[in-house]
Antibody, heavy 122, light 105 residues
């Protein structure tokens, strides 16, 4: 059974840096073709893909957010991190991490965490 | 940047009826489109990928098809648990989601 869980601060101030961690089980990020991604969803709006990291440390980023975000992995401890700099109130959203299995097209996620609501406010 | 447009924004139907949801891409994404279902307070759930392939455990009443840049998600006979928001997602180098269709009773 695959599970993912997001953790981190639920309230950050404008201009601060957000650091989130995704802790997963049921798969290995050492397995060829596996990826873990981050997706966010502002309240009442559609999801927005942010970043994806593959088993071989290949990384992909949203073109609009690339200057501000960084994704990393700790495969030995089943964790993936996301860092986003210079947070703004418009970044208020639920942040999800999700699993991309090797047999699906890139950027398709078939298991998701419950998400963590991050509010940006002074 | 590829933009997805979903229609209608809201679809009001009853259990047992057939639902047809549309997603149009601003340029070709070939078969690289997925559909997700999302219920309040939950994460999106993958239904369809590569235009027409059902994800693991998805009932056969869900089907996907496409023609050119027009993609369709069909639910053949609505069950009470199918009332939710549905998003399409294109899978190009910079993936994006459509604005969603709310399917309600």
């Amino acid at each position: 059974q695959i599970t993912l869980k997001e953790s981190g601060p639920t309230l950050v101030k404008p201009t601060q840096t957000l650091s989130l961690t995704c802790t997963f089980s049921g798969f290995s990020l050492n397995t060829r073709g596996v990826g873990v991604g981050w997706i966010r969803q502002p309240p009442g709006k559609a999801p927005e893909w942010l970043a994806l990291i593959y088993w071989d440390d290949d990384k992909r980023y949203s073109s609009s957010l690339q200057p501000r975000i960084s994704i990393s992995k700790d495969a030995a401890n089943n964790r993936v991190g996301l860092t986003m700099t210079n947070m703004d109130p418009v970044d208020t959203a639920t942040y999800f991490c999700a699993y991309r299995p090797p047999y699906l097209s890139r950027f398709v996620f078939d298991s998701w965490g419950h998400g963590i609501l991050v509010t940006v406010s002074s | 940047e590829i933009v997805l447009t979903q229609s209608p924004a809201t679809l009001s139907l009853s259990p047992g009826e057939r639902a047809t949801l549309s997603c149009r891409a601003s340029q070709s994404v070939q078969m690289y489109l997925a559909w997700y279902q999302q219920k309040p307070g939950q994460a999106p759930r993958l239904l369809i990928y590569d235009g027409s392939r059902r994800a693991t455990g998805i009932p056969a009443r869900f089907s996907g098809s496409w023609s050119g840049t027009d993609y369709t998600l069909t639910i053949s006979s609505l069950e009470p648990e199918d009332f939710a928001v549905y998003y399409c997602q294109q899978l190009s180098n910079w993936p994006s989601f459509g604005p969603g269709t709310k399917l309600d009773v």
